[in-house]
């Protein structure tokens, strides 16, 4: 699940006009309009969520590495092999979401044809949420699963040099009247984003997220960047060999099987800046009915649904969440109350509309919020 506390932006936004602000931005690199507005869809939809280490806090990432020629705008994905319930898709070095929506769209327009279908990806960039792709399974009553590899920054277990990324995984489940259940996790401790959001504002990192390039663990964002993030888990007493070994199993999903990079082959957190990167991702569909009845399964998972959030709470606790939840009630409240947009986040922004002739969209930006400052409702 995405942490989804309370934001204390230093402005909110209409998440609608944020999404135009954010195509406009890619239009102007030569990105096809429908493959801007994919892209800006995807990192708007993490905003949603709350998830902001992977919202639009990365278009700077994005266009730098548009501006420097290691993503190509224009792609053409395309099948370079297909069998009975499976495909690998050259995604061209384009724009992440572009080929991943390709291969979902594939996976769910092939699981009729069985109990499911699965696509790997190759030559691709980052794609944005994992859970945004497997959540489109849910709509159609099916179950979906969506991996990535991602740049190398995560060391494992009683190593102190980095050999595979966050590889984070995403499955998402149909219910009947409860929300539907979507796993959405790093296999790392934390998320990139999160320690590069620590970097600008100047604050401290929990123990157990990262460690120096001495392999000492720290609280100092700086030196975990220069270091590396732990698996999930944090040490080998928690269950770090947990987060290690999915880690490495996702590395084989994506990397291994699509004929991506893997492992320390993928750019580092400084090198990303320079070089193309190779990602692979994973994606499956799964049919309920290829099982069981979907009315029969999804009044089931109600049923599990109700029982663990009826789980008595520890001390200080008022609730139980299932996964995904936090992050739909996360995405009501700012559809109605705007998106709340950190100061680093908005300089960041501005920047790079000054930059693209873009000031008079983002000032229109700026003003489609609510209200500035503040906390969410």
Same mark, same amino acid.
């Given at each position: 699940?995405?942490?989804?506390?309370?934001?204390?932006?230093?402005?909110?936004?209409?998440? +609608?006009?944020?999404?135009?602000?954010?195509?406009?931005?890619?239009?102007?690199?030569?990105?096809?309009?429908?493959?801007?507005?994919?892209?800006?869809?995807?990192?708007?939809?993490?905003?949603?969520?709350?998830?902001?280490?992977?919202?639009?806090?990365?278009?700077?990432? /994005?266009?730098?590495?548009?501006?420097? $020629?290691?993503?190509?705008?224009?792609?053409?994905?395309?099948?370079?092999?297909?069998?009975?319930?499976?495909?690998?898709?050259?995604?061209?070095?384009?724009?992440?979401?572009?080929?991943?929506?390709?291969?979902?769209?594939?996976?769910?327009?092939?699981?009729?044809?069985?109990?499911?279908?699965?696509?790997?990806?190759?030559?691709?960039?980052?794609?944005?949420?994992?859970?945004?792709?497997?959540? #489109?399974?849910?709509?159609?009553?099916?179950?979906?699963?969506?991996?990535?590899?991602?740049?190398?920054?995560?060391?494992?277990?009683?190593?102190?040099?980095?050999?595979?990324?966050?590889?984070?995984?995403?499955?998402?489940?149909?219910?009947?009247?409860?929300?539907?259940?979507?796993?959405?996790?790093?296999?790392?401790?934390?998320?990139?984003?999160?320690?590069?959001?620590?970097?600008?504002?100047?604050? +401290?990192?929990?123990?157990?997220?990262?460690?120096?390039?001495?392999?000492?663990?720290?609280?100092?964002?700086?030196?975990?960047?220069?270091?590396?993030?732990?698996?999930?888990?944090?040490?080998?007493?928690?269950?770090?060999?947990?987060? /290690?070994?999915?880690?490495?199993?996702?590395?084989?999903?994506?990397?291994?099987?699509?004929?991506?990079? /893997?492992?320390?082959?993928?750019?580092?957190?400084?090198?990303?800046? +320079?070089?193309? @990167?190779?990602?692979?991702?994973?994606?499956?569909?799964?049919?309920?009915?290829?099982?069981?009845?979907?009315?029969?399964?999804?009044?089931?998972?109600?049923?599990?649904?109700?029982?663990?959030?009826?789980?008595?709470?520890?001390? $200080?606790?008022?609730?139980?969440?299932?996964?995904? +939840?936090?992050?739909?009630?996360?995405?009501?409240?700012?559809?109605?109350?705007?998106?709340?947009?950190?100061?680093?986040?908005?300089?960041?922004?501005? #920047?790079? @509309?000054?930059?693209?002739?873009?000031?008079?969209?983002?000032?229109?930006?700026?003003?489609?919020?609510?209200?500035?400052?503040?906390?969410?409702?």
């Amino acid at each position: 699940m995405g942490d989804t506390g309370e934001q204390t932006g230093s402005v909110r936004v209409d998440h +609608e006009i944020l999404a135009r602000f954010v195509s406009e931005v890619l239009e102007t690199y030569d990105v096809p309009s429908d493959h801007a507005d994919l892209t800006a869809d995807v990192l708007v939809a993490a905003d949603l969520a709350g998830i902001d280490s992977h919202g639009v806090s990365r278009l700077f990432y /994005y266009t730098h590495k548009l501006a420097k $020629g290691l993503v190509e705008p224009r792609p053409a994905p395309r099948i370079v092999s297909e069998g009975a319930g499976g495909c690998v898709i050259d995604g061209d070095n384009g724009l992440g979401p572009v080929a991943s929506q390709m291969a979902m769209d594939w996976c769910l327009a092939h699981a009729a044809d069985g109990v499911g279908a699965c696509a790997t990806v190759r030559r691709s960039n980052h794609y944005g949420i994992a859970g945004y792709y497997a959540r #489109q399974a849910v709509q159609e009553g099916m179950i979906g699963i969506s991996l990535t590899n991602a740049t190398t920054f995560v060391v494992p277990t009683f190593g102190r040099k980095p050999m595979f990324g966050t590889n984070p995984i995403a499955v998402a489940v149909p219910a009947g009247e409860e929300r539907p259940f979507i796993l959405d996790m790093a296999t790392s401790a934390a998320a990139v984003g999160k320690l590069q959001l620590a970097m600008g504002a100047g604050t +401290e990192i929990p123990p157990g997220w990262a460690m120096d390039s001495d392999g000492v663990s720290t609280t100092d964002p700086v030196e975990g960047f220069n270091g590396g993030l732990l698996p999930l888990g944090s040490s080998r007493l928690l269950g770090s060999h947990k987060g /290690y070994g999915l880690g490495v199993m996702v590395d084989i999903f994506c990397g291994l099987l699509s004929g991506a990079n /893997y492992g320390p082959e993928l750019p580092g957190l400084v090198s990303e800046f +320079e070089d193309v @990167a190779d990602v692979g991702h994973f994606f499956a569909v799964l049919r309920v009915d290829a099982f069981r009845p979907l009315a029969e399964f999804a009044a089931t998972m109600d049923e599990m649904i109700r029982g663990l959030k009826s789980t008595p709470t520890e001390a $200080g606790e008022d609730r139980v969440y299932v996964a995904g +939840e936090p992050e739909l009630e996360e995405e009501e409240r700012r559809r109605q109350w705007g998106i709340p947009l950190e100061e680093l986040v908005v300089g960041s922004l501005q #920047q790079i @509309a000054k930059s693209r002739g873009l000031v008079e969209r983002f000032e229109q930006l700026l003003a489609s919020g609510p209200g500035e400052g503040g906390s969410l409702p």
